[in-house]
């Protein structure tokens, strides 16, 4: 999918639709920017030939957006001081002088914000003449503020704000209290989950995502004929974490939801982003044995999710993996509700067809995850779209070649956010996570991979290694 599909795509609700500007939408720009109904409102007043407009474009690359309404082009949006740090921007709006005069100002501007803030934009800014009463009135029903002013060709300049609502995100832990698959196996049993159980809380508590940030344990409750070799661990287990629900944590609180162990770690992923969509703009999908143990992984991670020109979809805390397809290790990492309800989207059209169905049937799993009965899918399961979970992906074009892990969900759960068009990257900062797989905290235990930091995805460089304090978390 091109960049240009991306935008029109994304930004198509409702009425009003956004498109990044293309050469070919340069002589209808410049026709209604030369207007005299248009120039003489504007800082520039000059009139440009489409041969200078040309060059501009090419020499600027303006970020600008003509907006479709009712099939037909009616204005469009220039951009500018485009702030990824501090999540602000500089805006502007002209309407061709045909379609002015019907409230079509205040629908784009309300389609604008819906798009900015989906791109976890907080402020925008704006400057316009006061002499332009038509256009102030606007920004002071809209809710804009004046902040100052300055002189301006014999008139006077006057910048205003808008502050969108304050950002929210939450971070998913998915939590399992049986045997664990494919950790070591001296540390597969309850008593070292409980041990995880406590570190992971006390890093909740203690360490500053850098916004308001709600913490989601999913429990994935097991089965009967899930392992479990120690029972009564199992059930400390479920108690610790059940009686977390509503503990402040340093940006939040801590919210505890339950469901049938089935689709695994990206199964609880979608859980949880069916139960709590509406809350929160940011969302930071962790599994519980990445420890997040540095400050600031969310703030750090919003520059990159904020990128119009390159849409990014996802800021991986692990790594990054590129084969079988693109992937973030373990779905673990930081992304946004717009960009999911995208990806559910594409997920609903490429789902479930009789390919996948024969692909369940034939990797109906045995001891391992139960997932779902044969032949059934998640949606089937579940009455609903979902994030890409339990995905084989045979006749979907999403095949990445490893049934495995294709099954579990793992690749197709970030590799459906590249696929919907966004990139996929690596998280900037390092040394933020503890792998306590691999940390190796049991010494004692013959054949232990004692203090490795595994290297297939490029995790180490974000891992922290084997502290001592992991041992107090021990029991
Ligand atoms: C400013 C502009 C985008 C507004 O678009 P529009 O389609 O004309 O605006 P709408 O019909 O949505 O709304 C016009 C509002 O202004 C009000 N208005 C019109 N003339 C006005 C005036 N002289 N003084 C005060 N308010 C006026 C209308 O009553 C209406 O408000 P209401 O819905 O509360 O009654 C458009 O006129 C335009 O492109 N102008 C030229 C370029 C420009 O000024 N760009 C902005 C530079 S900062």
Redesign the pocket.
Known sequence: MTLENRYNHWSSRGVVALHPFEPKDLPWFNEVRNHP??AG??HDSRVYSLEETKDWFEREKPLYWWVEYTRKPI?YIRTSNVNYEDGSITV????DPK????????KVYEELFDFLRSRLFTRVN????QS????L??YR?LGFVETGSTPHNGDVSIAMTLELPKLKAVKVIPVYFGDRRSWPKYQSDSHHVHGLLEYVIAKEKEIDPGIDCDTVFVINCRSDTDTVTEKDWASKCYELVKGLDGTNTKRGVIKVVERENKGVSFASYDHAFHEFRDLYDVWFFCEDDQVIVADNVISAALPALRNLAEPCGFVATVGLASTPKPHAHGGCGITTRGVLDEVLKEAQNVSFKKEQHASISWFHRHGRAHDFPKATSPFDYLGRPHLPCYFPSEGTGLGCGNKEIEILGEVSFTWCISYAGFSLTNHLLEKINVNWKNAGHDSQVPGLWFGVLRNCHGEAVRMVPYTEDMDTAMP
Request: proline share 0%; net charge negative; glycine share 14%.
């Open positions: 109904d248009t409102y504007l204005g502007g709006l002209d309407i379609f002015r005069g019907s409230g079509l100002a205040f704006l400057e316009v003449l332009n009463e038509r256009a009135h606007i029903k």
